[in-house]
Nanobody
Framework: DVQLQASGGGLVQSGGSLRLSCTTS????????VGWFRRVPGKQSEGVGC????????YYPDLVKGRFIISRVNSENTVYLQMNNLKPGDTANYYC??????????????WGKGTLVTVSS
């Protein structure tokens, strides 16, 4: 079974930082790009970044560019999302997912439970 689990969310003040982790199993991790997206009830999901499988190229939408950093450790089958200078608008459930390619529009294949990030003003 393909499994991805996001963790590391919590409550943080505006301007603070959090690092999310995405632990995976059930597939050949090195062969897959991984993306992060977030959801707020009543709103469309938003992609917040993606990291390729081969050369660790990263891609970010303008809304998080310069604040969020994605990295991966293939030996741990894990992807990280470092979030800096958080804003109340970043409050959401965050998910990690396998993707076909990081080229927009990103198509998410498999994802698991998300982790809640709450940013207070």
């Amino acid at each position: 079974d393909v499994q991805l689990q996001a963790s590391g969310g919590g409550l943080v003040q505006s301007g603070g930082s959090l690092r999310l982790s995405c632990t995976t199993s059930g597939f050949t991790f090195d062969n897959y790009a991984v993306g992060w997206f977030r959801r707020v009830p009543g709103k469309q999901s938003e992609g917040v970044g993606c990291i390729s499988s081969k050369n660790d190229n990263t891609y970010y939408p303008d809304l998080v560019k310069g604040r969020f950093i994605i990295s991966r450790v293939n030996s741990e089958n894990t992807v990280y999302l470092q979030m800096n200078n958080l804003k109340p608008g970043d409050t959401a459930n965050y998910y990690c997912a396998t993707v076909i390619t990081c080229t927009v529009p990103v198509e998410y294949e498999y994802w698991g439970k998300g982790t809640l990030v709450t940013v207070s003003s």
